[in-house]
């Protein structure tokens, strides 16, 4: 069945160092791709998405792009801030099963000052 | 803008009660969904439904019930409650086009003892 393995974590950074968290999946077809945070205390909100391969989602200077070839949709940040400490879920949705998602372990990360 | 809510945002159960926890959404989406989160599993779908009157199970659906009677609610009731439950549980939804983002409720963290 479809899958998604995250990297583990947490994740310690200082700020302004490069982010990478890298998520690998299994999936039969053609998948959309996520990466939703969540913020402490709260629920989850979509980061980006990519639909098809080779596409790219960027949002808040976070990017990830689809690669087929690796089944990988590795997240990126050229430099974090303190407010970027969250937790980062990857996650697969089969284009026929809208609105069930199947996630990955989430990544915490920790940036600190 | 009150978008998808949970209640209550915590509670304590002993070992074989019962409870409901609530979840409604103001943005007449068609696809709701409930998700338990554990560390170190992210999250895993327990029941969603594609709109009114319209239920299915997902990963993780035993010792729940859920019902949809509206679009705007959709209630996960623990029929007799297990530490196994112990858990934070996200409501979600979505407008239903593919692709389209899950908007989540803020949890539930749910105890049981």
């Known amino acids: 069945g479809n899958s998604v393995t995250q990297m583990e974590g947490p994740v310690t950074l200082s700020e302004e160092a490069f982010l990478t968290i890298n998520c690998t999946y299994t999936a039969t077809g053609y998948p959309s791709l996520f990466w939703y945070v969540q913020y402490p205390g709260e629920g989850l909100q979509l980061l980006l998405k990519a639909t098809k391969a080779d596409d790219k989602g960027s949002n808040k200077g976070f990017e990830a792009t689809y690669r087929k070839e690796t089944t990988s949709f590795h997240l990126e940040k050229g430099s974090v801030q303190v407010s970027d400490s969250a937790v980062y879920f990857c996650?697969?949705?089969?284009?026929?099963?809208?609105?069930?998602?199947?996630f990955g372990q989430g990544t915490t990360l920790q940036v600190k000052p | 803008n009150a978008g998808v809510t949970q209640t209550p945002k915590f509670q304590v159960l002993k070992t074989g009660q019962s409870m409901t926890l609530q979840c409604a959404q103001d943005m007449n989406h068609e696809y709701m969904s409930w998700y338990r989160q554990d560390p170190g599993m992210g999250l895993r779908l327990i029941h969603y439904?594609?709109?009114?009157?319209?239920?299915d199970q997902g990963e993780v659906p035993n010792g729940y019930n859920v019902s949809r009677s509206t679009t705007e609610d959709f209630p996960l009731r623990l029929l007799s409650a297990a530490p196994s439950q112990t858990s934070v549980y996200f409501c979600?939804?979505?407008?239903?086009?593919?692709?389209?983002?899950?908007?989540f409720g803020s949890g539930t963290q749910l105890s049981v003892l």
């Open positions: 996650a697969l949705s089969d284009i026929s099963n809208t609105g069930k998602l199947i």
């Open positions: 439904s594609v709109g009114a009157g319209i239920t």
């Open positions: 979600a939804s979505t407008a239903g086009q593919p692709n389209e983002k899950l908007f």
